[in-house]
């Protein structure tokens, strides 16, 4: 059974910097990009980037560029996702999931819920 | 890409069969998935490339379309339906979501 389990939630002050791990299971974790996207409280779901596993190469949504790095360990199948430089707006749960070649998310990790607060 | 999906919300009955619309804002031939997600849970796939239902999706759930318009149709709504639905285009990053579809009873 794929499973991707995710970090617990996390308290930040504006300006910090969160990671968050996602660990995966259940499959080759090289034979999926893993991807992240973010949802704000009551908010839709905005993709941030994705990685791929198998060489570490990285692509970031515009709106994240600059602020966002992910990373993969393949030691330990694990993806990280850091977020940098950290304002209230980005309060959100944030979620990893692995995409296949249809860029389909399935299944997802449980979720992150990162509160950025003073 | 800007995905637009309509209606926001929806209410509807068990039984009933509605209809939600996404489109694109450019051509993304059929590179559509549909999710849906329940308070306080992941999104779960419900369908990929525009009409074929993930494993363990029931037949109710149905998809079509091509180009830049697409719809998800539930015909028989069960309880267990009522959430919100995304439709997220597959086409080519970054793999943009519409701002979601509430199923209300």
């Known amino acids: 059974e794929v499973q991707l389990l995710q970090s617990g939630a996390d308290l930040k002050k504006p300006g910090a910097t969160v990671k968050i791990s996602c660990k995966v299971s259940?499959?080759?974790?090289?034979?999926?990009?893993i991807h992240w996207v973010q949802q704000a409280p009551g908010k839709g779901l905005e993709w941030m980037g994705r990685?791929?596993?198998?060489?570490?190469?990285?692509l970031y949504a515009d709106n994240f560029r600059g602020r966002l790095t992910i990373t993969a360990d393949r030691s330990t199948d694990t993806v990280y996702m850091e977020l940098t430089s950290l304002t209230i707006e980005d309060t959100a749960f944030y979620y990893c999931?692995?995409?296949?070649?249809?860029?389909?998310?399935?299944?997802w990790g449980q979720g992150t819920l990162v509160t950025v607060s003073s | 890409i800007q995905m637009t999906q309509s209606p926001s919300s929806l209410s509807a009955s068990v039984g009933d069969r509605v209809t939600v619309t996404c489109r694109a804002s450019?051509?993304?031939?059929?590179?559509l998935n549909w999710y849906q997600q329940k308070p306080g849970k992941a999104p779960k796939l419900l369908m990929y490339?525009?009409?074929n239902l993930q494993s363990g999706v029931p037949s109710r759930f149905s998809g079509s379309g091509s180009g830049t318009d697409f719809t998800l149709t539930i015909t028989g709504l069960q309880r267990e339906d009522f959430a919100t639905y995304y439709c997220?285009?597959?086409?080519?990053?970054?793999?943009?979501f519409g701002q979601g579809t509430k199923l209300e009873i």
């Open positions: 999931a692995p995409g296949d070649t249809l860029v389909r998310f399935d299944p």
């Open positions: 259940g499959y080759t974790f090289t034979d999926s990009f």
């Open positions: 990685i791929d596993p198998e060489d570490g190469d990285a």
């Open positions: 450019q051509t993304i031939n059929r590179s």
């Open positions: 490339f525009t009409s």
């Open positions: 997220q285009q597959s086409h080519r990053a970054p793999y943009s």
